[in-house]
């Protein structure tokens, strides 16, 4: 299938939950940048990711496209949150989809890899789109805003036990911080980014103590 994928450009990396099982079927989600690049997807995973294990194992995935904030939040920092229930499965994989996500996901499956330091490069055939239902939202600050502090959030929870990355966890909490004050002056406080926000900077404090 190598068709236009409606609301992709070419070589620019969008951001998606990527949903996986592993090989006893448990499902996984979690977000990861995407890119479209001659007529395949890109997925970058780290080495130390579930996505990346399940990709090896089961080489399928699903790409779950959505502008959910709290989809964003809870596959990034509250996996546990998932239930089965939340997940479905399609008829052409064994990777299942985000039932959010319903009609606006592609399922795709791996043609290659390779490994490039920390992370390893997938790249996948398409093997069935449905955007059929994908509704993008209305540009906000709040949301640009949200995805990096879920971005730093993520490295923060990784690097949390590793005492030689002190100084970037400090780095990392000061852009977290810069982007808070963003969601600060474009939202109000009953807002849903600022409820999210104050989900996610208990859930830093917590691992931060
Ligand atoms: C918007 C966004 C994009 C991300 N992109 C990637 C990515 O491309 N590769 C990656 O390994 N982690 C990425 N992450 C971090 C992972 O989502 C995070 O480490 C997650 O815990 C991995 O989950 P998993 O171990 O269940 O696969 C991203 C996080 C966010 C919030």
New binding site residues.
């Given amino acids: 299938m190598s068709e236009k994928l409606p609301f992709f450009d070419e070589e620019v ?1 969008y ?1 998606v939950i ?1 949903s ?1 099982v592993d090989d006893t079927k448990q499902p ?7 890119r479209y690049s001659n007529g395949q997807l890109i ?4 080495l ?7 990709l090896l194992t089961n080489k399928e995935a699903v790409i779950n496209v959505t502008t959910s904030p709290e989809l ?1 939040v809870k ?3 509250f ?1 546990e949150e998932f239930n089965a229930e939340d997940f479905l499965t399609s008829l052409v994989s064994s990777a299942p989809f985000l039932k959010a996500c319903a009609h606006s996901f592609i399922v795709v499956r791996v043609s290659s890899f390779s490994i490039d330091d920390l ?1 390893a490069r997938f790249l996948c055939e398409i093997v069935r789109v449905d955007l059929s239902e994908f509704r993008p939202r209305l540009y906000t600050r709040a949301f640009s805003s949200l ?1 990096e502090i ?2 730093h ?3 923060v ?2 690097f949390q036990r590793d005492k030689d990355k002190e100084s970037e966890v400090s780095r990392l909490l000061e852009l977290i911080d810069y982007h808070q004050k963003i969601i600060g002056r474009v939202t109000s406080k009953n807002s849903m980014y600022q409820i999210l926000m104050r989900k996610i900077n208990s859930k830093i404090n917590q691992v931060r103590v």
């Fill in positions: 990396l951001e990527v996986t996984n989600a979690a977000p990861m940048g995407v997925l970058q995973p780290y130390t990711s579930t996505t990346y294990q399940n964003f596959a990034a920092l996996q992370k995805i879920l971005i959030a993520t490295r929870l990784a």
